[in-house]
């Protein structure tokens, strides 16, 4: 079966670092994906991972390991407009279907 | 570039009525897009798969006569929501899969039936 799980919620201090996990189990993987979504909105792309390893982008990171079915999204000096859900996907491969994560909800407070 | 538009970007309809939902692809052609739900508080659920040309392909426990799709073109999918009743009531957003199989979503479209 298909199974991508995330903390939650979480809540952070304004400039402070959190690290949101996810962790996945599917029947086939194509890549993953980290989408921001505040609410009442569509998804906005964050970061794509396919090989293991870091990927780098500003103040947003985001980690894979393939071996482990594991990754984690790192937002570096939190900012109050980062309060948002944070949504981990997974590529299926073949299909090249996106099966979303639970989805964490983050509270950035001053 | 990859933009992709929903219509409309909200309705409320009565139960029992039909509600249509486009979704554009504005730059490029897209040969498949896809359907999502979401409830409140919850992460996005694939409906469907729209592709051109062929019936859509849809998820367990989706009601195919219910939510009717069709792709008609290369840069248009329709969902129609027959029948529609409060528990249908939702936040319904599409994305468009360009050549390199990456999604682009459009901004949702969110359903009240009263």
């Known amino acids: 079966g298909q199974n991508i799980d995330q903390p939650t919620e979480m809540t952070a201090t304004e400039g402070a670092i959190v690290q949101i996990n996810c962790t996945y189990q599917?029947?086939?993987?194509?890549?993953l994906f980290w989408y921001q979504q505040h609410a009442g909105e569509a998804p906005t792309f964050l970061s794509y991972n396919v090989l293991d390893g870091l990927e780098e982008k500003g103040r947003f990171s985001s980690f894979l390991s393939r071996s482990k079915g594991y990754s984690y999204l790192l937002l570096k000096e939190l900012q109050m407009k980062d309060s948002a859900s944070y949504l981990c996907a997974v590529r299926a491969s073949g299909t090249y279907k996106y099966i979303f994560g639970t989805g964490t909800r983050l509270k950035v407070l001053a | 570039g990859a933009v992709v538009s929903q219509h409309p970007s909200w309705v409320i309809c009565k139960s029992g009525t039909s509600v249509k939902i486009e979704c554009r692809s504005l730059d490029f052609q897209a040969t498949t897009m896809f359907w999502y739900r979401q409830f409140p508080k919850q992460s996005l659920m694939l409906m469907a798969t729209s592709n051109e040309g062929s019936k859509a392909t849809y998820e367990q426990g989706v009601e195919k006569d219910k939510f009717l799709i069709n792709h008609a073109s290369l840069t248009l999918s329709t969902l129609t929501v027959t029948s529609a009743h409060p528990e249908d009531s939702s936040f319904y957003i599409c994305s468009a899969q360009d050549r390199g199989y990456e999604q682009y979503f459009g901004p949702g479209t969110r359903l009240t039936v009263t």
């Open positions: 599917t029947s086939g993987f194509n890549g």
